[in-house]
């Protein structure tokens, strides 16, 4: 009987995770906002590993400060304290997952110096334990890391270990999706201003196999030299 029940919550857990993944993946792919999506995926890791609180850090591109960007379960001082951070040892776990690139375990925050700045704030907060698991961008540079913080002693198991890696893999994603984005709207915005910007007139047009498009852009000089507004030439064919 103890091996069936065993059985029986192993295969829960394992249904969980599986839900959880795939809840998260649908809030990617509908385009939920990067806030949104961290937050979600703090909350899967403080369901999936009971008793525990999680936060989500990110660095700067310089790597001089790591901020606080998604949480489940902490307090409100203890965000405030962590909001934001210099990337040097003693400010947390999670700045040593970063420059170290790989998994911090903490299991006794009074006596370890991952904490050493910030003991004040995890012995008022409670806080016995914790481990870092970095989050990497293009699986080459850590550039975040998300933490779990217990009250009790804890050492996180392979199953914790693979929910951190699953997460951190998903947050990776994420941040990189977000990258790309700002990066595509920085080059609309330039080639805005090229476009609007040139003295010269220009119409864009496709050319394809079967021959000349309708005209699908026109800039203002174009407007102007040849007297039409751009609704008006938009749909034209040269």
């Known amino acids: 009987i103890q091996n069936l029940i065993r059985d029986n919550t192993a295969r829960k857990k394992a249904s969980d995770l599986l839900t959880g993944q795939k809840q998260l993946l649908e809030s990617m792919a509908l385009g939920t906002p990067l806030a ?10 403080k369901q999936q590993i009971p008793d525990t609180s999680c936060s989500i850090s990110l660095c700067d591109d310089a790597r001089q400060t790591i901020s606080l960007v998604a949480e489940s379960g902490l307090s409100n001082t203890f965000r405030q304290n962590v ?11 999670y700045v040593s997952a970063i420059l170290e690139q790989k998994l911090i375990i903490s299991e006794t925050t ?4 991952e904490w050493k ?23 080459s540079q850590a550039v975040g890391a998300i933490t779990v913080y217990c009250k009790e002693p804890f050492s996180p198991s392979m199953r914790d270990i693979e929910i951190l890696s699953i997460a951190a893999d998903m947050v990776g994603v994420t941040y990189e999706n977000n990258q790309l984005e ?37 800039n203002d000089i174009a407007c102007r030299t040849l007297g039409y507004a751009c609704e008006e030439l938009e749909g034209l064919y040269p």
């Open 36 to 45: 949104d999506i961290l937050n979600e995926i703090a909350a899967f890791i």
């Open 110 to 113: 009074a006596k370890d110096p």
């Open 182 to 218: 700002a990066a595509s709207i920085r080059n609309e915005a330039r080639y805005r201003r090229l476009f609007s910007g040139i003295n010269d007139l220009v119409c864009i047009f496709p050319i394809t196999a079967s021959g000349v498009g309708a005209i699908v852009e026109v």
């Open 117 to 139: 700045n910030l003991n004040d704030c995890v012995s008022s907060e409670e806080i016995i334990s914790s481990c870092a698991m970095p989050v990497f961008y293009q699986q």
């Open 83 to 93: 909001e934001v951070l210099s990337c040097e040892k003693g400010n947390g776990p």
